[in-house]
């Protein structure tokens, strides 16, 4: 039998489902050790003072013990919540959709404590109802911390400066092509417009800290087809559909 070990850590509840009659497992992302998933046993019965009211996007402190690569949570204090309770759906949906592509690209390397706190950032600006900026720019870090962001500077193809313009991204190759090699090849591609690029680039390039505010002009640059492009880039690599994305389009009633 393993060794019993005793962790104590601060993790992000992104996602739960309940387990048995009583029990209740967490995903539980955190800044070192990437997701954990535990279980917390009879949750659902009893109420102990030691633990504070939980459920998914909250920050808390954890401490549990692990066995036989079996995580039980024995106690759970707050730190940080980010939506009040009932969520409201655009908020949820949202947020579910940060917690899926975190699921999809969890690995544990040294990206975890960047991860953890690109999270944690962005369940504040979807808190104050700043959305399609959000998911946006989460894809863009993701992608970039994953070493699978498309180079769209220059032609895969014959290494020339893109210009500006509306340009084909090739999906195979993880990049643009300029318009005249976008002729003799075929391949599978999103159309991305001038507009988009400059977007990418912009976000690529900067760091917002947590109190962007929703007045902010580049959140209100952000456009539904730009997510939804570079949704369909993100699933060409992962192969998983994001279960989400229909309850958020239609929040967004579009």
């Not at 290494?159 to 500006?164: A, D, E």
Request: hydrophobic share 35%.
């Amino acid at each position: 039998m393993q060794k019993r070990e005793y962790l104590n850590f601060e993790g992000i509840t992104i996602s739960s489902y309940e387990y048995g009659e009583f029990d209740k497992i967490f995903n539980i992302l955190s800044p070192h050790k990437g997701i954990i998933t535990a279980i917390i046993k009879r949750i659902r019965k009893t109420s102990n003072k030691n633990f504070d009211y939980i459920d998914i996007f909250q920050k808390m402190n954890f401490k549990a013990s692990v066995s036989d690569n079996f995580c039980i949570i024995y106690e759970a204090k707050s730190m940080e919540t980010w939506f009040e309770r009932p969520i409201k759906l655009t908020n949820l949906s949202s947020g579910n959709i940060i917690a899926e592509l975190t699921i999809n690209f969890n690995s544990i390397n040294e990206n975890n404590n960047y991860i953890y706190h690109l999270v944690g950032k962005c369940l504040k600006w979807i808190s104050n109802d700043i959305f399609l900026f959000t998911l946006v720019y989460f894809q863009i870090k993701l992608l970039l911390a994953e070493g699978i962001f498309p180079e769209i500077d220059i032609c895969l193809n014959c290494n020339n400066k893109i210009q500006p313009g509306d340009y084909l991204l090739n999906l195979i190759e993880s990049g643009i092509f300029c318009n005249e090699c976008s002729k003799k090849t075929k391949f599978s591609s999103l159309k991305l417009l001038e507009q988009e690029i400059r977007l990418l680039k912009h976000i690529k390039n900067t760091e917002y800290d947590n109190n962007l505010n929703r007045n902010n002009i580049i959140t209100k640059k952000v456009k539904l087809d730009l997510y939804k492009k570079l949704s369909t880039y993100i699933k060409f690599y992962t192969n998983k559909e994001l279960k989400s994305e229909k309850i958020l389009f239609t929040s967004l009633n579009k």
